[in-house]
């Protein structure tokens, strides 16, 4: 199906200047929106088309939200189950459902509809409109809702955002109605054939040397006291890579545009029960002085299968794994490759090679983590740092770190960084005082400001300058 996507992509576009839509353009064709998207990305990353992004956000209702939208909001069943003469307030607490009391009773006193004494209720007008009710339909037939009611709802958690993301396409440099493949290896049947004459070949790079870097990066963690983390698996389930890092499931990095989900095997069998459940309630309902994020946490959307997005994936394992033993500090390391499903650019592959740090101790601060990033970044080379307060679902606070790239003459984020957030760290059975620094950052985008390079592909494929390979030992690091 890959392939007939792609066909039509080029098809398409032979006759007709521009593809507006990615989502139209699939439904009109009979494709998955999804499959289209990675085809206009492979074939962006051939230069055959020229995408660009399309984003679009609406608002839409959680279940709590469907909820009301469909039987009323608390308030208003509150409102309407008060007789004109009154009721007893034990009574009317068993006419509702708890939490609808419970909701109801604050919102109603706060819209002065009813009265509470201690022990009667009674009305305070005899006639009340269910505003939210109305608000939350509005929003379900898309129509227009003024800001203020839009984050009253938001921090009722009745609504949230949905990110809708597509491509609009055009020809670009490399276009051609059809695409000739590469081949990667000459086989026995090409000769047999004799087609081998008309084949054109993957140009392969015998100079590249990406082990020696890791080597490299790897003797300052080290130095530094690290240990290395088991990073041998490409496939995580979306419960370690997503939910145990507290990062809420309708987190738009969840989404099929951003992440690589398996097929097969399309989910995990194999999730440590007791902690699982802790963790659905951290974000159903809060705890340890959090509020969580109050929606209806599924078991089968952290059982989904995929290439890992970060190797804090594997981080929260190795934090896991040491909370179940008595506490002893750790600092961890990993160097290895994460998959993300982007177009490729000047900037961005889909994988790259993340590297990771964390400390985990009592009493650590925001301060010791910026004194680790300085001596951390400085054995790198880059003794020019900025860092920009940020946001990351499981990290509090967050900071963007910058360093100066003389190519580009300006500051260039290169990494992230934080606390973890109790949310994660509690559940796992870690002691209240324990507190845990961490960096990421890609191998590729420091190797690009210490060598003056703007674009990440002339690092990769058939475009590297393998001048630039000869004359330097690559990624050369300030040991």
């Not at 993301?165 to 026995?188: C, F, H, I, M, Q």
């Not at 059975?429 to 002339?458: C, F, H, K």
Request: aromatic share 10%.
């Amino acid at each position: 199906m890959a392939d007939e996507a792609e066909d039509a992509i080029l098809a398409y576009l032979k006759d007709n200047d521009e593809i507006s839509n990615s989502a139209k353009f699939a439904q009109d064709f009979g494709f998955g929106h999804d499959e289209i998207v990675n085809v206009i990305r492979r074939l962006h990353g051939f230069r055959f088309v020229d995408a660009q992004d399309i984003r679009r956000e609406r608002w839409v209702l959680t279940e709590e939200g469907k909820t009301y939208a469909a039987v009323g909001s608390p308030e208003f069943q509150l409102f309407s189950t008060v007789p004109p003469e009154g009721i007893a307030r034990e009574e009317l607490q068993k006419k509702l459902d708890p939490a609808v009391y419970k909701i109801g009773c604050q919102q109603a006193i706060k819209n002065k509809w009813v009265e509470m004494a201690k022990t009667h209720v009674s009305r305070k007008v005899q006639h009340a409109d269910d505003i939210v009710k109305n608000l939350l339909l509005r929003i379900q037939n898309d129509e227009a809702v003024n800001q203020e009611d839009i984050d009253a709802l938001k921090r009722r958690k009745l609504i949230i955002q949905q990110v809708w993301k597509g491509n609009s396409v055009r020809k670009g440099p490399e276009y051609a109605p059809k695409r000739k493949r590469a081949a990667t290896d000459l086989t026995r049947e090409n000769l047999q054939r004799g087609d081998w004459k008309e084949l054109e070949f993957k140009e392969y790079n015998f100079s590249a040397k990406g082990l020696p870097v890791r080597r490299q990066v790897q003797t300052i963690f080290l130095n530094m006291g690290f240990e290395e983390m088991p990073t041998n698996n490409y496939v995580e389930s979306s419960f370690w890579n997503f939910d145990a890092l507290f990062q809420p499931q309708q987190h738009p990095a969840r989404d099929s545009h951003d992440t690589f989900f398996l097929k097969v095997p399309y989910s995990t069998k194999m999730l440590p029960e007791d902690y699982v459940e802790r963790v659905k309630e951290i974000h159903e309902s809060g705890g340890y002085q959090s509020r969580g994020y109050g929606y209806d946490w599924k078991r089968e959307e952290a059982n989904k299968n995929l290439l890992r997005t970060h190797t804090t994936a594997v981080s929260s394992r190795m934090l896991y794994a040491l909370a179940q033993k008595p506490f002893a500090p750790k600092k961890y390391y990993s160097i290895d490759r994460v998959f993300r499903n982007e177009a490729v650019d000047r900037t961005h592959l889909a994988e790259f090679h993340q590297i990771e740090g964390l400390i985990c101790d009592r009493g650590l601060t925001l301060g010791d983590l910026i004194g680790v990033l300085h001596d951390f970044f400085s054995r790198l080379g880059m003794s020019k740092l900025r860092f920009k307060p940020a946001y990351n679902p499981y990290t509090e606070p967050s900071m963007e770190i910058f360093s100066y790239h003389e190519g580009f003459k300006k500051w260039v984020e290169v990494g992230n960084s934080g606390m973890f957030r109790p949310e994660m760290l509690l559940p796992m059975g870690l002691p209240e005082d324990v507190r845990v620094i961490a960096w990421g950052l890609s191998l590729e985008r420091p190797t690009m400001i210490l060598y003056g390079i703007d674009n990440i592909r002339d690092l990769f494929g058939p475009k590297v300058d393998l001048g630039l390979i000869k004359r330097n030992p690559i990624c050369r690091l300030g040991l």
